[in-house]
């Protein structure tokens, strides 16, 4: 926290116009620390147990939900079963991710009037969990919020089975993965490091 109170010292300085001194900043700080909640070693486990892919050139549409769309998107799940193709649907509006090379033969399917929003620079990152994901809370706001911090924004998501998919702007996939996979890799340090002192632990309750 001092070092951390350091850092930070020039740039609080700088925007108060005056000098504050790093025991200010630490104090402020430890009033902090109570909304700050490290995720549980259930929740560790799970993202240091996952996996990260990419899927580059995709395409995203939106449209409004309707009898007609329904039917067409229900049509195109069918006929591109092989397909990188996701659908999230909400209560007015169904969103579809695709592979670009998909997108005329999509597009062609859909009417103009119906078309709420349309890209084809994205990306979509795959991030594959084991199943103690589905009933473990709050995994998934852990690759949410590491992304966030790199200022990336989310341009859509879904959540199927045990796979978590985040879109975002292709200028903008290669620090979203960066960040997802440092987050990874440090759990599962993490975890390694926690292995031994386990270990060490059931002998010493053992021999108790």
Known sequence: MSAVSRMMQPR??????????????ITSLKRLRGVYTAA???????????VV??????SKISVEKTRKTLEAVSGMLASHQHDFLHVSESISSITLIFDQKLHKRIRDR??????LEEGDDYAAIIVQS????????????????????????????????????????MKEVGKAFTALTDLITEER?????????????????QSV
Do not use: M, W
Request: proline residues 4%.
């Open 189 to 205: 340090k993490q975890l390694e490091s926690r292995g031994p002192a386990r270990r060490q632990s059931a002998r010493n309750r």
């Open 130 to 169: 084991p199943i103690k994901i589905r009933t473990t809370p709050g995994c998934i706001i852990n690759f949410y919020n590491q992304i966030a911090r790199r200022h990336v924004n989310i341009e859509d998501t879904v959540s199927c089975h045990t796979d978590t998919i985040i879109v975002v702007k």
């Open 40 to 50: 549980s070693e259930e929740i560790r486990t799970v993202i240091a147990e996952s």
């Open 110 to 115: 859909l009417p103009d009037s119906v078309i």
């Open 12 to 25: 609080i300085s700088e925007k108060l116009g005056r000098e504050v001194n790093v025991e200010t900043i």
């Open 53 to 58: 892919n990419v899927r580059t050139h995709v």
